[in-house]
């Protein structure tokens, strides 16, 4: 499942600031969904990967943003 999760895990040019680098310089760090729009730390979104439908929040794994299944469901309306 962590390939998965990678393949949403961006890390983008440093600008302004979640992690700041052994050079100092800061990364900003947040995921994005299927169709690329930014995700803030924390939030939570529903994923469909490989057929299969979950709630997914975007956390920080190593110093790489990553989304993690939370075990919830999606609420469909």
């Known amino acids: 499942m962590w390939k998965y999760a990678l393949a949403f895990a961006v890390l983008t040019l440093p600008i302004s600031a979640d992690v700041t680098s052994p050079s100092g310089k ?33 956390e920080m794994s190593l110093n790489v943003p990553m989304w993690r299944e939370t075990g919830g469901s999606c609420v469909t309306g």
């Open 26 to 58: 800061t990364v900003e760090c947040y995921c994005t969904d299927k169709s690329g729009a930014r995700v803030e730390l924390g939030e939570n979104r529903c994923l469909t990967v490989g057929g299969r439908v979950f709630m997914a929040r975007c």
